[in-house]
Nanobody, 125 residues
Framework: QVQLVESGGGSVQAGGSLRLSCAAS????????MGWFRQAPGKEREAVAA????????FYADSVAGRFTISQDNAKQTVYLQMNSLKPEDTGMYYC??????????????????WGRGTQVTVSS
């Protein structure tokens, strides 16, 4: 069982930056695919970015590529999402997710088995 705890959300004006953190526990970290998803009110949850802890390979949704960066600190078993040039459409609840079954990573919602409680990001225009 993987436990995930997110932090770092908040409110920012368009063009600003935020960094989210997700601390993982309960599994061998190198096996984990760690991902970030977001959900705006009235919309479906969508993929943002993911990283495979084993080799550091990263994956991004087209909507955030070039603006967001996912990274990890293996010693702390923590994944970060650095969000720059934020837009109002980036507003939503951001969820950390993980999978430890496949020794690989896929940026698709059904792939992930474990979820954090979420942290709110609000970008005002």
């Amino acid at each position: 069982q993987v436990q995930l705890v997110e932090s770092g959300g908040g409110s920012v004006q368009a063009g600003g930056s935020l960094r989210l953190s997700c601390a993982a526990s309960g599994s061998t970290y190198s096996r984990l695919c760690m991902g970030w998803f977001r959900q705006a009110p009235g919309k479906e949850r969508e993929a943002v970015a993911a990283v495979y802890a084993g080799d550091g390979e990263t994956f991004y949704a087209d909507s955030v590529a070039g603006r967001f960066t996912i990274s990890q600190d293996n010693a702390k078993q923590t994944v970060y999402l650095q969000m720059n040039s934020l837009k109002p459409e980036d507003t939503g609840m951001y969820y950390c997710a993980a999978n430890d079954r496949f020794w690989t990573c896929v940026l698709k919602l059904p792939f992930f088995d474990y979820w954090g409680r979420g942290t709110q990001v609000t970008v005002s225009s």
